[in-house]
T-cell receptor, first 111, second 113 residues
Framework: DAKTTQPPSMDCAEGRAANLPCNHS???????VYWYRQIHSQGPQYIIH???NNETNEMASLIITEDRKSSTLILPHATLRDTAVYYC????????????FGKGTRLSVIA | EAQVTQNPRYLITVTGKKLTVTCSQN?????MSWYRQDPGLGLRQIYY???????DKGDVPEGYKVSRKEKRNFPLILESPSPNQTSLYFC????????????FGPGTRLTVT
């Protein structure tokens, strides 16, 4: 599976949009982009995933560039409860490969 | 409520004393997996199972055993725990359909002295 690169940390003001970038320049055609987050030491939580089209759900939006080499997770109105480590993961589908969690981005939402 | 449960949540034990961490899911998922999380090393997969009676090694299987006799349960067995197995353990499950999103349990914090 392709490797991802994320900034180690970001700050965001409460109520503002949080935009978390991810670089996956070696992504191949059958690989999806997944985002998970982990709040403190809780189990990771699935947020969203996509292949090449932009995706939106009740938690977030995922914007994937046309060449698929990077993506941005958008939390439209960040709250203090969104403070967490966010992981961008590229994973082949179909396939039995595990989720490979890198170091992620530590997002701090500030009041 | 769809969930993955793990027991116990916290465990302190001594070297060599066999232990089992249970994992159960109520979503009829085919795929189940165990991860461990250590500071600076992130989450690493220990074992996974594609379905009943089908298990395979992940990245760090040494010192662990698993079994999958029922679809909903996937226990992690440490036959002779050692201090280097002190870690935070997560069980996860998913369907094998298109979304492939994994649901994680709350974690088990294990300390081996």
């Amino acid at each position: 599976d392709a490797k991802t690169t994320q900034p180690p940390s970001m700050d965001c003001a409460e109520g503002r949009a949080a935009n978390l970038p991810c670089n996956h320049s070696t992504i191949s055609g059958n690989e999806y982009v997944y985002w998970y987050r982990q709040i403190h030491s809780q189990g990771p939580q699935y947020i969203i995933h996509g292949l090449k089209n932009n995706e939106t759900n009740e938690m977030a939006s995922l914007i994937i560039t046309e060449d698929r080499k990077s993506s941005t997770l958008i939390l439209p109105h960040a709250t203090l409860r969104d403070t967490a480590v966010y992981y961008c993961i590229v994973r082949r589908f179909p396939g039995n490969t595990p989720l490979v969690f890198g170091k992620g981005t530590r997002l701090s939402v500030i009041a | 409520e769809a969930q993955v449960t793990q027991n116990p949540r916290y465990l302190i034990t001594v070297t060599g004393k066999k232990l089992t961490v249970t994992c159960s899911q109520n979503m009829n998922h085919e795929y189940m997996s165990w991860y461990r999380q250590d500071p600076g090393l992130g989450l690493r997969q220990i074992y996974y199972s594609m379905n009943v009676e089908v298990t395979d090694k992940g990245d760090v299987p040494e010192g662990y055993k698993v079994s999958r006799k029922e679809k909903r349960n996937f226990p992690l067995i440490l036959e002779s725990p050692s201090p280097n197995q002190t870690s935070l353990y997560f069980c996860a499950s998913s369907s094998t359909g298109v979304s492939y999103e994994q649901y994680f349990g709350p974690g088990t914090r294990l300390t081996v002295t």
